[in-house]
């Protein structure tokens, strides 16, 4: 069995003139709930589109599940369950007779066990109780999970979900979360998408960040942290005289108040600074390193906030 759930070797997406998808290195290790993100436009969907052999890349090759896409689709997509840009279900349809529909659609799903899968993916997403209502009457968050039983009609080892938590409440939100949590233990590869980072950031145990095209950073989610820029914190009633230790040592101070400041660190040893600062006569009430939250770094890498809610 491969190791990695997804691999991508400088796979390239041209539309015309655009560069939407840019040269990219993706893997994603099986078992892993794999955060795919980035800001709108940045190419996620039309990476996830040619994974999913959707749509043909323009340049470079993609393996899911170890075979290579699109050459073994075939083989490949009854393993992976996918959510792209919501289903279109039928809203005179009830819930359940969407899924029986979508499920008699796919050519690998066998026939016999229809109607209890139906049930058993709609009870997994908390909509049994609407399994007979008809579409029109759901909430969007109950469309998103319809959505998401539909991608659990058939046991999946892969689960590509694109943007699942668009368009959803805060409540909705955490019950995406949890299926997805839900999912994992199962075993199943999870790769997600948001241009959310706060909305997968719990349940991510990988990220891989896009920005214009390129997939920017990847990794654990440790890893990640560990590479954001690290601060000190100095707590001292001598902040005029401790700016200047600190920028003797090169440092730049980036908000101070009466009796504290911050800085970057770079690459100075923490302990160096507190040496200086004793040296120079500043009278240390507290000192720590601070590690910059993952949010620091996406901005840091992609230039953009993630927690504007669009
Ligand atoms: N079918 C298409 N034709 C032309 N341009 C497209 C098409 N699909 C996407 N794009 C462009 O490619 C870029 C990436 O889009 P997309 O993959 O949808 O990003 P994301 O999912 O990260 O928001 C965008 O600039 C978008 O306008
Ligand atoms: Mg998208």
Same mark, same amino acid.
């Given at each position: 069995?491969?190791?990695?759930?997804?691999?991508?070797?400088?796979?390239?997406?041209?539309?015309?003139? &655009?560069?939407?998808?840019? $040269?990219?290195?993706?893997?994603?290790? #099986? +078992?892993?709930?794999? +955060?795919?993100?980035?800001?709108?436009?940045?190419?996620?969907?039309?990476?996830?589109?040619?994974?999913?052999?959707?749509?043909?890349?323009?340049? %470079?090759?993609?393996?899911?599940? +170890?075979?290579?896409?699109?050459?073994?689709?075939?083989?490949?997509?009854?393993?992976?369950? /996918?959510?792209?840009? $919501?289903?279109?279900?039928?809203?005179?349809?009830?819930?359940?007779?969407?899924?029986?529909?979508?499920?008699?659609?796919?050519?690998?799903?066998? *026939? #016999?066990?229809?109607?209890? #899968?139906?049930?058993?993916?709609?009870?997994?997403?908390?909509?049994?109780?609407?399994? *007979?209502?008809?579409?029109?009457?759901?909430?969007? %968050?109950?469309? &998103?999970?319809?959505?998401?039983?539909?991608?659990?009609?058939?046991?999946?080892?892969?689960?590509?979900?694109?943007?699942?938590?668009?368009?959803?409440?805060?409540?909705?939100?955490?019950?995406?979360?949890?299926?997805?949590?839900?999912?994992?233990?199962? +075993?199943?590869?999870?790769?997600?998408?948001?241009?959310? !980072?706060?909305?997968?950031? &719990?349940?991510?145990?990988?990220?891989?960040?896009?920005? /214009?095209?390129?997939?920017? @950073?990847?990794?654990?989610?440790?890893?990640?942290?560990?590479?954001?820029?690290?601060?000190?914190?100095?707590?001292?009633?001598?902040?005029?005289?401790?700016?200047?230790?600190?920028?003797?040592?090169?440092?730049?101070?980036?908000?101070? %108040?009466?009796?504290?400041?911050?800085?970057? !660190? $770079?690459?100075?040893?923490?302990?160096?600074?507190?040496? @200086?600062?004793?040296?120079?006569?500043?009278?240390?009430?507290?000192?720590?390193?601070?590690?910059?939250?993952?949010?620091? *770094?996406?901005?840091? !890498?992609?230039?953009?906030?993630?927690?504007?809610? &669009?």
């Amino acid at each position: 069995m491969a190791e990695l759930a997804i691999e991508t070797h400088d796979l390239t997406k041209r539309f015309r003139s &655009q560069l939407a998808v840019d $040269g990219l290195a993706l893997a994603v290790p #099986r +078992g892993s709930v794999f +955060g795919f993100l980035g800001p709108n436009g940045s190419g996620k969907t039309t990476t996830i589109r040619m994974l999913l052999g959707l749509v043909a890349a323009t340049a %470079g090759d993609a393996r899911v599940l +170890g075979a290579e896409m699109p050459r073994h689709v075939d083989t490949v997509l009854p393993r992976v369950g /996918a959510l792209v840009e $919501g289903p279109a279900f039928s809203p005179y349809l009830s819930g359940e007779a969407n899924l029986r529909r979508f499920d008699a659609a796919d050519r690998w799903a066998p *026939r #016999r066990t229809r109607a209890a #899968r139906v049930t058993e993916a709609l009870d997994r997403v908390g909509l049994s109780h609407a399994a *007979r209502k008809k579409v029109h009457a759901y909430s969007l %968050g109950m469309k &998103q999970r319809l959505g998401l039983a539909n991608a659990l009609l058939t046991p999946r080892e892969l689960l590509v979900l694109d943007e699942p938590t668009n368009g959803l409440d805060p409540q909705g939100t955490r019950e995406v979360r949890a299926l997805i949590r839900s999912f994992a233990d199962d +075993g199943t590869t999870v790769f997600v998408s948001s241009h959310l !980072l706060a909305e997968v950031e &719990q349940v991510c145990t990988h990220v891989g960040v896009m920005s /214009a095209g390129r997939l920017v @950073a990847q990794g654990t989610l440790d890893e990640f942290r560990a590479e954001g820029e690290t601060r000190v914190l100095v707590r001292t009633p001598d902040v005029a005289r401790a700016r200047e230790v600190l920028a003797g040592l090169g440092l730049d101070v980036d908000a101070a %108040g009466d009796a504290s400041m911050t800085a970057r !660190l $770079g690459a100075t040893p923490p302990e160096r600074v507190v040496v @200086a600062l004793v040296e120079g006569d500043v009278r240390v009430r507290g000192f720590e390193t601070l590690h910059a939250d993952l949010e620091q *770094r996406f901005v840091e !890498l992609t230039g953009e906030g993630f927690d504007v809610v &669009q």
